[in-house]
């Protein structure tokens, strides 16, 4: 996908994931072609982000320990963010993936074999909206008329939504520069754009190598959670039960073990992220674990996504969320 500027890509209209939908198409013909993806084979494919509970789960090797005694194996792959993840699992090129709450909204709405299986509990804090120290925007009102780095579809995509919309601004008010985390801190501190809609950890590398200030967190504007999802074929096959049940168990384990040893999860995450540890440590202690099943209140939460997006035309048509709720041994 050819780097994105603020002035190519200031349309509040959600525009399909061109680049990653070639992505997604790769991958599909590696599913189909693949000896990884052979049909008489035991194996679950997961997809994981540079961060978070999967790249944990892989690193310790606790899945495959678990898993061996039902004769499966694990395929790890790993995706830059939430979207390219859930166009892979939409292509049926992986099997499990986690995301925030923005990606599996789009992916629902061009897959009805997306399913929800898991989430971790909130964690608002862990996204914000960033300024420069010196800058003028004083307040989310302020941002009327000014460019913000965002990824698109992303979690902090539906947190300026809410943001915007808590402090009265329409959205097509202001300019949107669609850019991956890595374009968008270097933008941002070349002061290209004027403010920063970004999740952890990149939140807290971003606010300690350049200095700036803290405009909004997600607390009080949305939850914030990672969603655990796999496809209808795969979640509804009788012999993958037990093997879905067995990876949300491990998740769990690796959960109750960085709930309390947040300097030992820094120290293993940060070659593989690329920011040092002690960063690291300041958005682990915004993070929250505790995987479970999708419930009621979660459901609306997701179902209150769904609506804005639809609202605001960046969705085609409207969603159910609880349609993608998966429901054991249906």
Do not use: C
């Amino acid at each position: 996908m050819p780097r994105a500027t603020a002035r190519t890509l200031t349309s509040g209209r959600y525009a399909p994931f061109n680049g990653w939908m070639l992505f997604a198409a790769a991958l599909t013909l590696l599913a189909l072609f693949s000896p990884q993806a052979r049909a008489d084979e035991k194996v679950i494919r997961i997809g994981y982000q540079k961060y978070g509970t999967l790249v944990l789960l892989k690193g310790k090797g606790l899945l495959e320990e678990r898993l061996k005694p039902l004769g499966y194996r694990v395929a790890w792959s790993e995706f830059p963010s939430g979207p390219p993840l859930m166009e892979a699992l939409n292509a049926g090129a992986i099997d499990l993936g986690s995301a925030g709450e923005a990606p599996p909204i789009f992916a629902q709405a061009a897959s009805r074999d997306l399913v929800y299986v898991a989430h971790e509990p909130a964690a608002p804090r862990g996204e914000a909206i960033l300024v420069a120290a010196d800058s003028p925007i004083r307040t989310v009102a302020d941002l009327r008329g000014r460019t913000i780095a965002l990824n698109k579809g992303s979690n902090v995509h539906y947190f300026l939504v809410r943001a915007l919309e808590a402090a009265g601004v329409p959205y097509d008010a202001v300019k949107l520069a669609f850019l991956g985390p890595a374009d968008a801190a270097a933008a941002f501190a070349r002061g290209s754009v004027e403010a920063w809609a970004i999740w952890d950890p990149y939140l807290a590398s971003g606010e300690r190598a350049t200095g700036a200030r803290t405009l909004v967190t997600g607390e009080g504007l949305v939850p914030n959670r990672q969603f655990y999802l796999s496809r209808r074929p795969f979640a509804d096959a009788p012999a993958n039960r037990a093997v879905l049940d067995t990876t949300l168990a491990a998740i769990g384990t690796i959960d109750a073990w960085a709930k309390d040893n947040t300097d030992a999860v820094a120290a293993e995450l940060a070659p593989s992220v690329g920011i040092p540890a002690p960063i690291l440590t300041v958005a682990l202690k915004r993070l929250t674990y505790g995987v479970t099943p999708l419930d009621a209140g979660t459901v609306a939460d997701q179902q209150a996504v769904a609506d804005a997006f639809h609202r605001l035309g960046l969705l085609p048509k409207p969603l159910v969320v609880s349609d993608a709720v998966w429901k054991p041994g249906t």
